[in-house]
């Protein structure tokens, strides 16, 4: 079980909108830690998607965007394309742990 | 840009030592300002931080991994290193290495994945 909490999967069809949720605790999102956004697709290495909670690496279009409140963050994906369907991952700090956590990862389907 | 390659034995007998390397292009692991780190993703599943290591030494484990873990450097090769002791099946999974943002931690980049089996 993964310290931070995320839906399994979400899905939506071209050119809407999803969002996928990331809910933590008061020993890490809550406690102030930024969040950070990886996307993986099928045998490959994660990618750093928004890091900073809402700031996007070079080259990571607008249509992903990151936000925060409380004990939770969320990832938003704009304007689905097929090429979004892959599998997303937020991760934190944790002060208990003295180190990193990872949600559980979402599955995004492009219906 | 900074690149990072693993290697090692794909193939691990249990209750022995898993030992893998991660070679660093591009800039010095001796630089400031970074955690080299690795992760593992066992088979259809989410990622699981192992441990980083500091450029001064300084390590950080998974409490759950480390009794068993050891990060370590080796500056003249520029690469870092991943031993996990007395592995059984549980151990096996895709290790990925990654730099980390000292501070504020996130991995970026990350090297592209060996899976190690753990199987007599």
């Known amino acids: 079980q993964s310290v931070l909490t995320q839906p399994p999967s979400v899905s939506g069809a071209p050119g809407q909108r999803v969002n996928i949720s990331c809910t933590g605790s008061?020993?890490?999102?809550?406690?102030?830690?930024?969040v950070h956004w990886y996307q993986q697709y099928p045998g490959t290495a994660p990618k750093l998607l928004i890091f900073?909670?809402?700031n996007r690496p070079s080259g990571v279009p607008d249509r992903f965007s990151g936000s925060k409140s409380d004990t939770s963050a969320s990832l938003a994906i704009t304007g689905l394309q097929a090429e979004d369907e892959a599998d997303y991952y937020c991760?934190?700090?944790?002060?208990?742990?003295?180190?990193?956590?990872f949600g559980g990862g979402t599955k995004l389907t492009v219906l | 840009q900074v690149q990072l390659q693993e290697s090692g034995p794909g193939l691990v007998e249990p209750s022995q030592t898993l030992s893998l390397t991660c070679a660093v292009s591009?800039?010095?692991?001796?630089?400031?300002?970074?955690?080299w780190s690795w992760v593992r993703q066992h088979p259809g599943e989410g990622l699981e931080w192992i441990g980083y290591?500091?450029?001064?030494?300084?390590?950080y484990y998974n409490p759950s991994l480390k009794s068993r873990v050891t990060i370590s450097l080796d500056t003249s090769a520029n690469q870092f290193s991943l031993k996990l002791s007395s592995v059984t099946a549980a151990d096996t999974a895709v290790y990925y290495c990654?730099?980390?943002?000292?501070?504020?931690?996130?991995?970026?980049?990350w090297g592209q994945g060996t899976l190690v089996t753990v199987s007599s």
């Open positions: 990654a730099r980390v943002t000292y501070g504020v931690p996130w991995f970026d980049p």
């Open positions: 591009g800039g010095s692991i001796s630089s400031g300002g970074y955690y």
């Open positions: 290591i500091y450029y001064r030494g300084s390590t």
């Open positions: 008061s020993s890490n999102i809550g406690a102030g830690y930024d």
């Open positions: 900073g909670n809402y």
């Open positions: 991760q934190s700090h944790d002060r208990s742990l003295s180190g990193s956590v």
